[in-house]
C-alpha cells in the first residue's frame, strides 16, 4: 500500500468511526474552535517558519502594505501557513480561521531579524568543540609523528601510487583508520555531540533584542497605570487546607458593567505590604468573582503570630471606574467584619502603580529546560520596591511567576513554577512599580534563562539618570541651546541668531515634548463642542459674534478657567477654509470680530460653519450653549445641544506633539514656519499650530493641511501683530478617532 493509499484509506476509517459513533463528521468539527498554534514567531532573513493551524476548514490572510515588505507568506491552507522573511523588521497577519460558523481572527506577529543574528548562536562553532575531540583527528597524530611518510612527499603527490601498494607497506591497518574515520556515518556523529543546544546552557535576550518595550518612562494617565483597588486584612482562622476563598465584587466604568471584560489580580500574603511573603497569588480573573484555593503548601506559610492580608489589583493597565467589595467568603463565612470600602479611580491618584518595562520573547520559548529566569534592569531609583513578573497566556489568560523583590540591586531571579505546568502563547517578562507613586523610568536590561546551576556573569547596574538629554550648554546643533521652558534659566539670547534669515530647530533641542503617543484618556485629547452652521444673512464687515456658555465639571463652573477654541468656516470639516479663528477664550463668553478681511472670504454660494472646541486637554464636563448672536440678532435657529465628555468618545482629538520654543524667539523676524513630523498614519487628518500667549491669551496661526506629506508651511501673521510669551509649535489630529504617535522632528523659521 502506497503511502497515499494509506492515507485515504485511514480518513475513511476515521470518518466511518466517527459515523459509528453517531455524530456527524461535519458536526464534530464544526464543535471545535479554530485555534493558531502560535501568535508570535521569529524568522530569519531568507529563512521561513511555518504556523499550525486546528481545527479551521479555510483561512483567510489580510497584511497591510508594509509589512508585505517584511514578509511573505509562501504556503496557505486549513493547516497552517508558512511565512518567509525578506527583510529585518516586524509584520503582523491578521488570520482569520472560520470553521462552520466559527469565525476567529488572530493576529499573528512576525520578527525577521537580520541574518547576523545567527551569529550570537554560533551552532557551527558550537559543533567544532566535538571536531577537536574527533577522534579521527586524533589518530592523524600517528601520520604527524610518521616521519617518514611525511618526508614522502612526493610519493604524497602521486594520489594513485600513494594509495596503492605503498598502503600494504604502512603498518597495518592503524594507517587505514583515518579512511574508517572519513566514513560519511563516522563524521557525522559530531553532529549528535550538538545536541546541547537543546539541553540548554543560558538563554540570554539582550540590546536590541529586547525591543523598544524594554524602556518605559512614566507618563501621567497613561496606559501603563495599575491600581491597587484594596490591601486589607482577613481571618484567617477559618481557613484550612482545601478552603476556596471566594471574592465577589463588581467593576463599572460610567454606568457600563465591565465586570466580565476588565481583569483583577488577587493574593494573600502575611504582611500588608507588597513585598511582604507570598502564600498565593491569582492572577487575571473576571467575571465579578475570584476564587483562591488553599492547599497543604498554602496553609503551610502562613504562621500563627502573623496577620494575614488580601490585596487586590487591577491585572491590566486602564481601568476608569469604581471597584466594589459584595463579599469575601470561605464557604458560607466571611472573612471579613465589613466589607473594604469601594475603590473609584483618581486621575493621578497615588493608588496607581507605574511605570511598566515589558518584553514579549520569543513566541517558541520552552520554559520546560529552565528552572529560573534572572531578570537585570535599571530605574530612576533602583531603591523602589519592583516586581519582577514572567509569564504566559494559556487559553488566553496570564499564567505568571511574580518574584517580589530584587535578590540584589536590579536583579530578579524569578523561579519558574506556574509556567511550567501547561505550554502558552504570548510569553513576556516585565518590571512593574510595587507601590504607588513611581514617576521615573525602567529599563530591562538582560533577561537570561537558566537550567539548574547554571548562572550568567553580574553586569554594571547604575540608575537611570535624571535628565538624558544634553545640557543646553552644550547644543549639538545650531540653535539647540533652549530645549524649552524647562532650561528657561539657561542663556539663550544667541539662539535667535544663527543666521539672521532662518532658525532651525532640531533634534535635542525640540525636546520631549515633540514625540507623543497616544494613551486612552490622556491630557492630550482636544474635544469637540459642536459643528453647527450660522445665518450668514446677519454678518456685516465689522460685526462681532457673541458665543455665550457654561462649562461645568460635576457642580463646578470652569468656564472661567477651561480655554476654549471658536472659529468660523466655510465648510463643515477642519479643514476647510478659515474665515477666522479665536483661540483660548474663557469666561463664559467668547467673542469673534469679522473685519473686512475676513467677510470677504465669504462667498455668495458658501454655508458658513461655526466649530467650538477645547483649547486645553483635560475638560471631562458639560458644555452648554446659552446664546450664539450678533448684538441682539440670534445668528442660530436653535442652539446646538449641550455636548458631555464620553469616555474614549470620537469627540476627543488626540494625539498632540507640542514644542516649547526659546522665550526669546521673534516671531516678527519670520514670515514662514516649516513644521516636519512623522505619523503612524501620515495620510490621516493634522493641524500645524505656531502660536504663543498675548496678554495671557493664547494666539495662534494654524495651517489645517499638510503642503506635502509630512509638512506644514504655516503663515505668520497673527503670532507676528504683537510680541508674546511661551512661543510653541504643536501638531494636533485634525479629526476624531486618532490612536496613534505624533513626532515633530524639525521646525524651520524663514523670512
Given amino acids: 500500500m502506497n503511502k497515499k493509499m494509506f492515507t485515504k484509506t485511514t480518513a475513511m476509517l476515521l470518518a466511518a468511526a466517527v459515523v459509528a459513533s453517531g455524530i456527524p463528521a461535519n458536526e464534530t468539527e464544526a464543535a471545535k474552535k479554530p485555534k493558531l498554534s502560535k501568535t508570535k514567531i521569529s524568522v530569519r532573513v531568507g529563512g521561513s517558519k511555518k504556523v499550525t493551524i486546528k481545527n479551521a476548514k479555510k483561512i483567510k490572510c489580510k497584511m497591510k502594505a508594509k509589512a508585505k515588505k517584511v514578509v511573505k507568506i509562501t504556503k496557505k491552507s486549513a493547516k497552517g501557513l508558512t511565512v518567509k522573511g525578506l527583510k529585518a523588521g516586524k509584520a503582523k497577519i491578521t488570520v482569520t480561521m472560520i470553521n462552520g460558523k466559527k469565525r476567529v481572527k488572530k493576529t499573528l506577529v512576525v520578527t525577521v531579524k537580520s541574518v547576523k543574528a545567527p551569529e550570537a548562536s554560533k551552532a557551527p562553532e558550537a559543533s567544532k568543540a566535538p571536531g577537536a575531540s574527533k577522534a579521527p583527528e586524533a589518530s592523524k597524530a600517528p601520520e604527524t609523528s610518521k616521519a617518514p611518510e611525511t618526508s614522502k612527499a612526493p610519493e604524497a603527490s602521486k594520489a594513485p601510487e600513494a594509495s596503492k601498494a605503498p598502503a600494504a607497506s604502512k603498518t597495518p591497518a592503524a594507517s587505514q583508520k583515518p579512511e574508517e574515520s572519513q566514513k560519511p556515518e563516522e563524521s557525522q556523529k559530531p553532529e549528535e555531540s550538538q545536541k546541547p543546544t537543546e539541553a540548554p546552557k543560558a538563554f540570554v535576550i539582550e540590546g536590541d533584542a529586547l525591543g523598544e518595550s524594554a524602556d518605559f518612562t512614566y507618563k501621567a494617565n497613561g496606559a501603563a497605570l495599575y491600581q491597587s483597588v484594596g490591601v486589607f486584612e482577613i481571618d484567617k482562622?477559618?481557613?484550612?487546607?482545601?478552603?476556596?476563598?471566594?471574592?465577589?465584587?463588581?467593576?463599572?466604568?460610567?454606568?457600563?458593567?465591565?465586570?466580565?471584560?476588565?481583569?483583577?489580580?488577587?493574593?494573600?500574603?502575611?504582611?500588608?505590604?507588597?513585598?511582604?511573603?507570598?502564600?498565593?497569588?491569582?492572577?487575571?480573573?473576571?467575571?465579578?468573582?475570584?476564587?483562591?484555593?488553599?492547599?497543604?503548601?498554602?496553609?503551610?506559610?502562613?504562621?500563627?503570630?502573623?496577620?494575614?492580608?488580601?490585596?487586590?489589583?487591577?491585572?491590566?493597565?486602564?481601568?476608569?471606574?469604581?471597584?466594589?467589595?459584595?463579599?469575601v467568603k470561605a464557604g458560607t463565612e466571611?472573612?471579613?467584619?465589613?466589607?473594604?470600602?469601594?475603590?473609584?479611580?483618581?486621575?493621578?491618584?497615588?493608588?496607581?502603580?507605574?511605570?511598566?518595562?515589558?518584553?514579549?520573547?520569543?513566541?517558541?520559548?520552552?520554559?520546560?529546560?529552565?528552572?529560573?529566569?534572572?531578570?537585570?534592569?535599571?530605574?530612576?531609583?533602583?531603591?523602589?520596591?519592583?516586581?519582577?513578573?514572567?509569564?504566559?497566556?494559556?487559553?488566553?489568560?496570564?499564567?505568571?511567576?511574580?518574584?517580589?523583590?530584587?535578590?540584589?540591586?536590579?536583579?530578579?531571579?524569578?523561579?519558574?513554577?506556574?509556567?511550567?505546568?501547561?505550554?502558552?502563547?504570548?510569553?513576556?517578562?516585565?518590571?512593574?512599580?510595587?507601590?504607588?507613586?513611581?514617576?521615573?523610568?525602567?529599563?530591562?536590561?538582560?533577561?537570561?534563562?537558566?537550567?539548574?546551576?547554571?548562572?550568567?556573569?553580574?553586569?554594571?547596574?547604575?540608575?537611570?539618570?535624571p535628565a538624558e538629554t544634553p545640557k543646553p550648554s552644550e547644543p549639538e546643533t545650531p540653535g539647540a541651546e533652549t530645549p524649552g521652558a524647562e532650561t528657561s534659566d539657561v542663556e539663550t539670547k544667541d539662539v535667535t541668531k544663527p543666521e539672521e534669515t532662518k532658525l532651525v530647530l532640531e533634534g535635542?533641542?525640540?525636546?520631549?515634548?515633540?514625540?507623543?503617543?497616544?494613551?486612552?484618556?490622556?491630557?492630550?485629547?482636544?474635544?469637540?463642542?459642536?459643528?453647527?452652521?450660522?445665518?450668514?444673512?446677519?454678518?456685516?464687515?465689522?460685526?462681532?459674534?457673541?458665543?455665550?456658555?457654561?462649562?461645568?465639571?460635576?457642580?463646578?463652573?470652569?468656564?472661567?478657567?477651561?480655554?476654549?477654541?471658536?472659529?468660523?468656516?466655510?465648510?463643515?470639516?477642519?479643514?476647510?477654509?478659515?474665515?477666522?479663528?479665536?483661540?483660548?477664550?474663557?469666561?463664559?463668553?467668547?467673542?469673534?470680530?469679522?473685519?473686512?478681511a475676513a467677510f470677504a472670504k465669504i462667498g455668495e454660494d458658501d454655508t458658513v460653519y461655526m466649530h467650538v472646541g477645547t483649547a486645553t486637554a483635560g475638560f471631562k464636563g458639560t458644555f452648554t450653549y446659552t446664546s450664539v448672536k450678533v448684538g441682539e440678532k440670534s445668528v442660530v435657529t436653535t442652539l446646538p445641544s449641550p455636548v458631555s465628555y464620553v469616555e474614549k468618545g470620537m469627540s476627543q482629538w488626540a494625539p498632540t506633539a507640542k514644542v516649547l520654543l526659546p522665550e526669546d524667539v521673534d516671531f516678527s523676524k519670520y514670515s514662514t514656519c516649516r513644521i516636519e513630523f512623522t505619523a503612524s498614519d501620515p495620510t490621516f487628518e493634522f493641524h500645524g499650530i505656531v502660536g504663543h500667549k498675548v496678554d495671557g491669551k493664547e494666539v495662534a496661526d494654524p495651517q489645517y493641511r499638510v503642503n506635502e506629506e509630512g509638512v506644514f508651511i504655516v503663515n505668520l501673521a497673527k503670532v507676528k501683530e504683537a510680541a508674546g510669551t511661551d512661543p510653541y509649535v504643536v501638531i494636533n489630529a485634525g479629526q476624531a478617532g486618532y490612536k496613534g504617535s505624533v513626532t515633530i522632528t524639525k521646525i524651520i523659521f524663514e523670512k
Avoid at 471566594?246 to 454606568?255: D, F, M, P, R, V
Avoid at 523602589?384 to 531571579?413: C, M, R, W
Avoid at 470652569?558 to 476647510?576: E, I, P, R
Wanted: hydrophobic share 35%.
Fill in 237 to 327: 482562622t477559618s481557613l484550612t487546607e482545601n478552603s476556596i476563598i471566594t471574592l465577589s465584587y463588581e467593576a463599572k466604568e460610567g454606568n457600563t458593567d465591565v465586570t466580565d471584560s476588565q481583569t483583577f489580580n488577587v493574593g494573600l500574603k502575611t504582611g500588608e505590604k507588597w513585598n511582604s511573603p507570598v502564600v498565593c497569588d491569582v492572577y487575571g480573573q473576571s467575571g465579578g468573582k475570584i476564587e483562591i484555593s488553599l492547599d497543604s503548601e498554602k496553609m503551610e506559610k502562613i504562621n500563627a503570630g502573623e496577620k494575614l492580608y488580601m490585596h487586590v489589583g487591577t491585572a491590566t493597565a486602564g481601568f476608569k471606574g469604581t471597584f466594589t467589595y459584595k463579599s
Fill in 334 to 465: 466571611s472573612l471579613v467584619n465589613e466589607l473594604p470600602p469601594a475603590y473609584t479611580y483618581v486621575e493621578n491618584g497615588l493608588n496607581q502603580y507605574a511605570a511598566t518595562a515589558k518584553v514579549s520573547l520569543p513566541a517558541d520559548i520552552d520554559f520546560s529546560k529552565y528552572e529560573t529566569c534572572r531578570i537585570d534592569f535599571t530605574a530612576s531609583d533602583l531603591s523602589f520596591e519592583f516586581h519582577g513578573i514572567l509569564g504566559h497566556k494559556v487559553n488566553g489568560a496570564e499564567v505568571t511567576d511574580p518574584q517580589y523583590g530584587t535578590v540584589s540591586k536590579g536583579v530578579f531571579q524569578v523561579t519558574l513554577n506556574n509556567v511550567l505546568k501547561e505550554e502558552g502563547t504570548d510569553p513576556f517578562v516585565v518590571i512593574n512599580a510595587g507601590k504607588p507613586g513611581y514617576k521615573g523610568k525602567v529599563k530591562i536590561l538582560r533577561v537570561s534563562f537558566l537550567p539548574e546551576g547554571v548562572t550568567v556573569p553580574d553586569i554594571t547596574i547604575e540608575p537611570i539618570a
Fill in 508 to 596: 535635542s533641542a525640540l525636546g520631549e515634548g515633540a514625540s507623543f503617543a497616544y494613551a486612552p484618556n490622556g491630557f492630550a485629547q482636544f474635544s469637540s463642542m459642536g459643528i453647527f452652521e450660522i445665518d450668514k444673512e446677519k454678518l456685516l464687515p465689522g460685526c462681532k459674534i457673541v458665543l455665550n456658555y457654561t462649562a461645568v465639571e460635576g457642580d463646578k463652573d470652569v468656564a472661567a478657567t477651561q480655554g476654549f477654541n471658536v472659529g468660523l468656516k466655510t465648510g463643515v470639516k477642519w479643514d476647510s477654509t478659515a474665515i477666522v479663528d479665536a483661540y483660548g477664550k474663557t469666561g463664559g463668553s467668547i467673542e469673534i470680530t469679522i473685519d473686512e
